[in-house]
């Protein structure tokens, strides 16, 4: 059906850069919001940043200043930049898209996620 395959995670010093990409391919008729969450060990998923088909984006305070949330609607993919990373970032990072699917003669609209990446800041 639809699949999001996360890319860009790793290793990093604090202060470093890294940058998550998620492409989005299978039956797609068209790409809504598309964010990034992410899970820290023993805690909840929370969300980091999204952005609409628009453009408009939203940032978690923790994050703000320091990460950009873009997108490519010709690619359907979109991009994570972090900057200036700290270990408190350390997580996985998952894509999350809201997606308008063709079935059965109709258009539906679904929430999708990818696998994660792991990305992880070190002191």
């Known amino acids: 059906q639809v699949q999001l395959v996360e890319s860009g995670g790793g290793l990093v010093e604090a202060g470093g850069s890294l940058r998550l990409s998620c492409a989005a391919s299978?039956?797609?008729?068209?790409?809504?919001?598309m964010a990034w969450f992410r899970q820290a060990p023993g805690k909840q998923r929370d969300s980091v940043a999204n952005i609409t088909n628009g453009g408009s984006t939203a940032y978690a305070d923790s994050v703000k200043g320091r990460f950009t949330i873009s997108r490519d609607n010709a690619k359907d993919t979109v991009y994570l930049q972090m900057n200036s990373l700290k270990p408190e970032d350390t997580a996985v990072y998952y894509c999350?898209?809201?997606?308008?699917?063709?079935?059965?003669?109709?258009?539906?609209?679904?929430?999708?996620w990818g696998k994660g990446t792991l990305v992880t800041v070190s002191s």
């Open positions: 299978g039956s797609i008729f068209r790409i809504d919001s």
């Open positions: 999350n898209c809201d997606i308008r699917i063709r079935a059965f003669g109709a258009i539906y609209s679904k929430s999708f």
